[in-house]
């Protein structure tokens, strides 16, 4: 039973471009959550999708946003990118409306941004 | 908003010593408690949870017990490897269904010295 994965495990990026970062659910889940784990620090909650919607929003800007495939896997996009984007960025997965509260994460992806 | 806060860190500690991670929360009504460890270079692992007062998790020697009256969620192990190095989050899933992203601590980094 494959867990999360995501892709790519590194990018590198520099100020002002574009960053797509992609997420496959741990088998039967169908809820995506994103976090940002700057150095030392906990992970944030950016935004959870299910059903192909956006349900919950933590405190980051519209650069960032995100989409949901019907196979339930997720994109994270993030427009503009400043220096302080530079993080490991999370991806859980989880199935709440089926009693699976507990989220599954994935390895992550390390972006840097230059 | 809802928090949770840990104990400074490194704690270092030398093999089969007693380990405790204080964890203390702020959110309403009755959230679901977790700790999850992270090893270098790798996501974010379940290592036990709570869902309701009073409820003991326990995991591969690590038991933490939901405090309602206290608001904690202390994390103990009676004998220490060198193996448990790792950086230890508490977490918290608000109360109530739908949308569940988790706020965590900053992180508590655990060192065992043989």
């Known amino acids: 039973d494959a867990g999360v994965t995501q892709s790519p495990t590194h990018l590198i990026k520099t100020r002002g471009q574009q960053v797509t970062l992609r997420c496959s659910p741990k088998?039967?889940?169908?809820?995506v959550s994103w976090y940002q784990q700057a150095l030392g620090q906990g992970p944030q909650f950016i935004f959870q999708?299910?059903?192909?919607?956006?349900?919950q929003r933590g405190n980051f800007p519209d650069r960032f946003s995100g989409h949901q495939f019907p196979n339930y896997s997720s994109e994270l996009n993030v427009n503009a990118l400043l220096l302080g984007d530079s993080a490991l960025y999370l991806c859980?997965?989880?199935?709440?409306?089926?009693?699976?509260?507990?989220?599954?994460f994935g390895p992550g992806t390390r972006l840097t941004v230059t | 908003g809802d928090s949770v806060t840990q104990m400074e860190g490194p704690v270092t500690l030398s093999e089969e010593a007693f380990l405790t991670i204080n964890c203390t929360y702020t959110a309403t009504g009755y959230p679901s408690l977790f700790w999850y460890v992270q090893y270098p270079g790798e996501g974010l692992q379940l290592l036990l949870k709570?869902?309701?007062?009073?409820d003991k998790g326990s995991n591969k020697g690590f038991e933490a017990t939901y405090r309602k009256e206290t608001t904690s969620f202390h994390l103990e192990k009676g004998s220490v490897q060198v193996s448990d190095s790792a950086v230890y989050f508490c977490?918290?899933?608000?109360?109530?269904?739908?949308?569940?992203?988790?706020?965590f601590g900053k992180g508590t980094h655990l060192i065992i010295q043989p």
């Open positions: 859980a997965s989880s199935s709440p409306d089926r009693g699976s509260y507990e989220q599954y």
């Open positions: 999708y299910y059903e192909e919607e956006e349900r």
């Open positions: 977490a918290l899933r608000p109360s109530g269904g739908g949308a569940d992203g988790l706020t």
């Open positions: 709570a869902t309701k007062a009073d």
């Open positions: 088998s039967g889940h169908d809820t």
